[in-house]
């Protein structure tokens, strides 16, 4: 009973305790902000109060325990006071360091926010200056950056006008090349050249087209350039003095050739027209004349003897005429000759390359012109691009030589064959090989021997059947393809007449050209006029040359013409009409009406289509 009331007593007091206490644990462990004392005070209490129950526990006699229990319930009374009081301090430390504390943290707090404020600024600023900075650096990397451009540009822009000006260069030097070998074939010497200039000169062109096609693949710099014009330079004042000294020598040689053409040409007229005085003379002698025999006997011996005459002529000029084109071929020997010099592949890829001349237009000029341009850029050694492969000679003579030879037949027989669109086509081709020689002259010597040997007739040369000879080779000889009609192998050898007629027109029309077209037109008229007409052919013939050159031949002769033109409507007309059989009404007609025209109007036109190619 008595340790059951000195509890209730002692949870009374425990009671009487402030109840912010209660919440307290005498084990539990004091905050950090307790003081050391208040922890020794609360570990003194819980010691009495341990004592206290201890001693409960061993039932020491009731008075002791009460004095004890006094003792120990005053000591604890004591050491609660006393723990109130540090807890009450410890409370009021506690809110003091919370304040402090709080305090601290907002000046702390704020300290930060002003900071960051600051930094803020402080980055802002940063930001704004180097963003300043940093445009005004780019500013100045941009000017540089333009500047390098402008630069690039314009070195790129010089290195392309050198580029451009070498390329003129070299296809200047190039046609350079070709007049000296064509003054060189036509001196038929080529003593005057040096083997080891021509080994200058082709190292020259060799060393410029690599350095072309390196800059092309922009593998060469401007000074290579540069040091290229400047040696290619030399080599054209080189090249030109060489063609002066060759021009005069060679103008020398063609003053003597047209020394022995005038002579030619005046034996031909003269003889033409003893010819002509022979025929009014036996068409003048009537039958009752013929009754006096030594009358008779006098004028057919006169009679004899010029016919005499004129077979004799007409066998001198067919003799000289193969004896010209014998020197012709001759003279084409280098070209004819490599064609077994090129492979089977570089000769279809060339072949390839050469096609663009198959597709003329008759419509559009513009797009000649520019096919002219792949042509003369393939024969300048240059890459011509067509679809995505390149073709090239690359300046290899045997090539440039078998090009420059199949262009030329090419060329032929598409302006004579009868495929290639009537006069217009013949008018565009003659255009097409007139711009050619004028570029490579040597062209032009491939362009006659193709020509004459397809149609002998402008030669002249009266092809005869020769002993041996099979009936094959005499048909190919006069220029027949295999089954042809007479219709339209007068129609094909009308048409070669037409283009060598508007090619020497052109060349005539040029000013620096080297060609004397009117004498060569003037040389073939009189000897035709001279030889015994062909059924078909030499109607056609005479109608289409001239229809092309008949109005230059007027302008250059004038009067000679005039009498040329009155023997062949007067005496070599009616002889074609007594010739013609068989295929060749059509070819006799339109020169008929060619010679009426002729005498209403007493001019020839110009041919109507020679103008739509220019």
Same mark, same amino acid.
């Given at each position: 009973m008595s340790c059951r009331s000195d509890k209730d007593e002692r949870s009374q007091e425990e009671s009487r305790i402030s109840p912010s206490l209660q919440w307290i644990d005498p084990k539990e462990e004091l905050d950090d902000e307790a003081t050391c004392e208040a922890l020794v005070t609360s570990r003194k209490a819980l010691y009495a109060r341990q004592l206290i129950e201890k001693m409960e526990e061993m039932k020491l006699e009731e008075e002791i325990q009460q004095k004890v229990k006094r003792k120990c319930k005053d000591k604890y009374s004591e050491y609660m006071k006393q723990l109130e009081n540090i807890y009450k301090n410890a409370e009021i430390q506690r809110k003091e360091y919370l304040d402090q504390r709080d305090r601290s943290l907002e000046l702390e707090e704020t300290q930060l926010r002003r900071r960051e404020? !600051? !930094?803020?600024?402080?980055?802002?600023?940063?930001?704004?200056?180097y963003s300043q900075y940093i445009a005004q650096e780019s500013r100045k990397l941009l000017a540089i950056v333009e500047e390098a451009q402008r630069k690039e540009a314009e070195q790129a822009s010089q290195r392309r006008a050198l580029l451009n000006q070498l390329q003129n260069s070299k296809g200047s030097f190039v046609t350079k090349i070709s007049q000296m070998n064509q003054q060189l074939n036509d001196l038929q010497d080529r003593q005057f050249l040096e083997p080891s200039t021509e080994s200058f000169l082709n190292d020259t062109l060799t060393h410029v087209s690599e350095v072309i096609d390196g800059a092309e693949q922009e593998c060469v710099g401007q000074p290579e350039l540069q040091l290229a014009q400047q040696t290619l330079q030399d080599a054209?004042?080189?090249? @030109?003095?060489?063609?002066?000294?060759?021009?005069?020598?060679?103008?020398e040689k063609k003053n003597l050739q047209l020394e022995e053409q005038r002579k030619a040409a005046k034996e031909a007229e003269e003889a033409a027209a003893a010819q002509a005085r022979a025929q009014a003379e036996a068409e003048a002698v009537k039958p009752e004349q013929q009754a006096a025999n030594i009358t008779q006997q006098g004028t057919s011996g006169q009679t004899d003897g010029r016919k005499q005459d004129a077979s004799v002529m007409c066998i001198t000029l067919i003799r000289n005429g193969k004896k010209r084109f014998a020197e012709m071929q001759k003279k084409v020997e280098p070209y004819l000759n490599v064609q077994g010099q090129v492979d089977n592949k570089k000769r279809m890829d060339l072949n390839r390359a050469m096609g663009v001349i198959n597709q003329l237009s008759l419509i559009n000029h513009s797009v000649n012109r520019e096919k002219i341009q792949n042509i003369i850029r393939l024969l300048?050694?240059?890459?011509?691009?067509?679809?995505?492969?390149?073709?090239?000679?690359?300046?290899?003579?045997?090539?440039?030589?078998?090009?420059? +030879? &199949?262009?030329?037949?090419?060329?032929?027989?598409?302006? &004579?064959?009868?495929?290639?669109?009537?006069?217009?086509?013949?008018?565009?081709?003659?255009?097409?090989?007139?711009?050619?020689?004028?570029?490579? $002259? @040597?062209?032009? @010597?491939?362009?006659?021997?193709?020509?004459?040997?397809?149609?002998?007739?402008?030669?002249?040369?009266? $092809?005869?059947?020769?002993?041996?000879?099979?009936?094959?080779?005499?048909?190919?000889?006069?220029?027949?393809?295999?089954?042809?009609?007479?219709?339209?192998?007068?129609?094909?050898?009308?048409?070669?007449?037409?283009?060598?007629?508007?090619?020497?027109?052109?060349?005539? +029309?040029? $000013?620096?050209?080297?060609?004397?077209?009117?004498?060569?037109?003037?040389?073939?008229?009189?000897?035709?006029?001279?030889?015994? $007409?062909?059924?078909?052919?030499?109607?056609?013939?005479?109608?289409?040359?001239?229809?092309?050159?008949?109005?230059?031949?007027?302008?250059?002769?004038?009067?000679?013409?005039?009498?040329?033109?009155?023997?062949?409507?007067?005496?070599?007309?009616?002889?074609?009409?007594?010739?013609?059989?068989?295929?060749?009404?059509?070819?006799? !007609?339109?020169?008929?009406?060619?010679? !009426?025209?002729?005498?209403?109007?007493? +001019?020839?036109?110009?041919?109507? &289509?020679? @103008?739509?190619?220019?």
């Open positions: 404020e !600051d !930094d803020a600024k402080i980055i802002k600023k940063q930001e704004e200056e054209i004042v080189y090249v @030109d003095n060489l063609n002066a000294n060759l021009k005069a020598k060679v103008e300048s050694g240059r890459q011509l691009q067509i679809g995505t492969k390149m073709y090239s000679t690359e300046n290899n003579p045997v090539l440039m030589a078998y090009v420059k +030879n &199949h262009i030329a037949s090419m060329i032929v027989k598409l302006g &004579h064959d009868k495929q290639a669109g009537g006069g217009v086509g013949v008018a565009a081709y003659a255009w097409l090989m007139t711009e050619l020689i004028q570029i490579h $002259p @040597d062209m032009w @010597d491939l362009f006659l021997f193709h020509m004459f040997e397809t149609c002998p007739y402008l030669i002249p040369i009266y $092809p005869l059947a020769e002993e041996g000879q099979s009936e094959e080779e005499f048909e190919k000889a006069r220029g027949l393809y295999k089954k042809e009609k007479q219709d339209a192998f007068c129609g094909r050898m009308g048409n070669a007449a037409l283009m060598y007629g508007l090619v020497l027109y052109r060349l005539k +029309n040029k $000013p620096e050209s080297a060609f004397h077209a009117p004498v060569l037109g003037w040389e073939l008229l009189v000897k035709m006029c001279s030889l015994p $007409p062909i059924s078909g052919v030499t109607a056609a013939v005479l109608h289409s040359f001239l229809s092309a050159f008949g109005v230059c031949l007027q302008q250059v002769y004038d009067k000679q013409f005039t009498k040329l033109m009155v023997y062949i409507t007067t005496v070599y007309l009616p002889k074609i009409e007594a010739s013609t059989g068989m295929g060749g009404a059509q070819s006799l !007609d339109q020169l008929k009406k060619m010679i !009426d025209t002729l005498k209403r109007t007493r +001019n020839f036109n110009k041919y109507e &289509h020679v @103008d739509k190619f220019k």
